[in-house]
Every structure is written in structure tokens, then in C-alpha cells.
């Protein structure tokens, strides 16, 4: 097996001592790794062999024992994909970085890919971890932004505004600016000392428009570092 190594020295303590830093290198990074044989059909690579992984590489892939067994043989079916990626990087020496999914095996990965060893040999360690449930996260977080837009889209008399807790600023869109007849540059204060929970925030905002005279009460909906608000017309007094 080709691996990367210091420059050695006449002496076998050296190699060895190299070889110590490498393991103890490769077993201690917070991430899947491994180093794999390409298979090819003539110019074409239709599979791949796990030479060496790494102890963190079961739990980021969900695959036992692969040393010395095919990817096609713990995943059958497994992408197309995953063949020609290492086969491009393992013929060319062009190292590549992706994040991909893999349905066969259910999950999500970042994965940086380079050539190592003899080129003939056409082995590429693979450095990857498993981001499936941070992508789960994020298209959830996508799905809910797209739905909440729906529905200020289709409903009558809804805006909001954001307050940016840090920098004590409060901004609007446009359809808040319009339907209240605010600036979107919202100068009203925040009454800190009306604040009496995280969840319930009460501020008055004055209107910035000549042809409005009643303010508004701004009743929060959520709380983050960014908190979005919606309006409900109060009266003076």
C-alpha cells in the first residue's frame, strides 16, 4: 500500500517512527477516512476496494469491516457517481471537494478526495464527513422560509419586521412599510424595561407616515439574534 511519508534516513528507526505518525495522525482526526483501490473496465472505473480506514470511518458511514471488500459489495446498487468521481481523481491526480448524497446509503457527505502513492497504483485517500443531519436541518430551515413566505404572500394586512438584538435595530419589508405606512428604517425605541420574558416582547413604534396618527403595538412571534415581529393596531392611551 502507497501512503504518504516523511523523508527517510538509512536507519529502520526512522521509517518506523514515520509510520507511527501517520497512524496516529490518521486515528486521531474527527472525521471518516480511508484509502481505496480503483477497479476499472478498461478506461472506465466501475468500482473501488477499501485498502485502510480509519476507527471513525464505521460510525460516518454506517459500513463494518470494509477493509479488503468492494464499495459495490457493502452497497450494492451503490451511485455511479461515487465510481467516476475517485476514477477522475485517481486517472487525472486532480484532487476534488464535494458534498454529495448517497441514496443507497441514506446519508449526506463533504468529501475531499486526492491521489496518493505511485499513479499506476490508482489509489485515492478519501477525507469525508457524514453531514446528513446538518442538510436535514437546512432543507427543513428552506421548507419553512418558503412556506411562511407563502403565506404572508397570500394573506391580507400581514408584514413584518425584524429587530437585530446586537445592533438594537429594527427594519421592516415592504409590505409592512406600505400597509402600516412606517418607514422600513424603523427609528422607533425599544423599551427594554418593558421586556419581560424571551418569548413576549411589547414595543410601541410611532408612525413615520403624516396621513397615520395611531401607533402601533409590535407583538413578538419568535426570538432569535434576529427576532421577526407582526403588527397589531393598538390605540392611544
Same mark, same amino acid.
Given at each position: 500500500?502507497?501512503?504518504?511519508?516523511?523523508?527517510?534516513?538509512?536507519?529502520?528507526?526512522?521509517?518506523?517512527?514515520?509510520?507511527?505518525?501517520?497512524?496516529?495522525?490518521?486515528?486521531?482526526?474527527?472525521?471518516?477516512?480511508?484509502?481505496?483501490?480503483?477497479?476499472?473496465?478498461?478506461?472506465?472505473?466501475?468500482?473501488? @476496494?477499501?485498502?485502510? %480506514? #480509519?476507527?471513525?470511518?464505521?460510525?460516518?458511514?454506517?459500513?463494518?469491516? *470494509?477493509?479488503?471488500?468492494?464499495?459495490?459489495?457493502?452497497?450494492?446498487?451503490?451511485?455511479?457517481?461515487?465510481?467516476?468521481?475517485?476514477?477522475? =481523481?485517481?486517472?487525472?491526480?486532480?484532487?476534488? @471537494?464535494?458534498? /454529495?448524497?448517497?441514496?443507497?446509503?441514506?446519508?449526506?457527505?463533504? %468529501?475531499?478526495?486526492?491521489?496518493?502513492?505511485?499513479? +499506476?497504483?490508482?489509489?485515492?485517500?478519501?477525507?469525508?464527513?457524514?453531514?446528513?443531519?446538518?442538510?436535514?436541518?437546512?432543507? !427543513? !430551515?428552506?421548507?419553512? +422560509? +418558503?412556506?411562511?413566505?407563502?403565506?404572508?404572500?397570500?394573506? #391580507?394586512?400581514?408584514? &413584518?419586521?425584524?429587530?437585530?438584538?446586537? #445592533?438594537? @435595530? =429594527? &427594519?421592516?419589508? +415592504?409590505?409592512?412599510?406600505?400597509?402600516?405606512?412606517?418607514? *422600513?428604517?424603523?427609528? !422607533?425605541?425599544? /423599551?427594554?424595561?418593558?421586556?419581560?420574558?424571551? &418569548?413576549?416582547?411589547? &414595543?410601541?413604534?410611532?408612525?413615520?407616515?403624516?396621513?397615520?396618527?395611531?401607533?402601533?403595538?409590535?407583538? !413578538?412571534?419568535?426570538?432569535? #439574534?434576529?427576532?421577526?415581529?407582526?403588527?397589531?393596531?393598538?390605540?392611544?392611551?
Amino acid at each position: 500500500m502507497q501512503r504518504p511519508t516523511a523523508p527517510t534516513t538509512d536507519t529502520p528507526i526512522s521509517s518506523h517512527a514515520s509510520e507511527d505518525r501517520y497512524r496516529a495522525l490518521v486515528d486521531a482526526i474527527d472525521a471518516g477516512f480511508c484509502i481505496i483501490d480503483l477497479l476499472f473496465d478498461g478506461e472506465r472505473s466501475v468500482d473501488y @476496494r477499501f485498502i485502510e %480506514v #480509519n476507527p471513525r470511518f464505521e460510525s460516518q458511514t454506517g459500513l463494518v469491516d *470494509p477493509v479488503g471488500r468492494t464499495a459495490s459489495e457493502l452497497v450494492p446498487d451503490l451511485e455511479a457517481f461515487w465510481f467516476e468521481t475517485y476514477g477522475r =481523481v485517481a486517472s487525472t491526480g486532480q484532487s476534488a @471537494r464535494f458534498d /454529495h448524497g448517497s441514496e443507497q446509503m441514506g446519508r449526506w457527505f463533504d %468529501v475531499h478526495a486526492f491521489r496518493v502513492g505511485n499513479p +499506476e497504483a490508482r489509489q485515492v485517500a478519501v477525507l469525508f464527513t457524514d453531514i446528513s443531519e446538518r442538510r436535514s436541518i437546512l432543507t !427543513a !430551515a428552506q421548507a419553512s +422560509e +418558503e412556506r411562511l413566505g407563502q403565506a404572508l404572500a397570500a394573506g #391580507n394586512g400581514i408584514g &413584518t419586521w425584524d429587530w437585530d438584538v446586537p #445592533n438594537d @435595530r =429594527v &427594519t421592516a419589508d +415592504e409590505r409592512f412599510s406600505t400597509l402600516y405606512g412606517v418607514s *422600513p428604517s424603523l427609528d !422607533a425605541p425599544v /423599551h427594554r424595561s418593558s421586556v419581560s420574558s424571551a &418569548t413576549s416582547i411589547p &414595543t410601541m413604534c410611532k408612525p413615520r407616515s403624516p396621513q397615520s396618527t395611531r401607533p402601533y403595538g409590535l407583538e !413578538a412571534i419568535s426570538m432569535r #439574534n434576529t427576532v421577526s415581529y407582526s403588527p397589531t393596531a393598538q390605540s392611544i392611551g
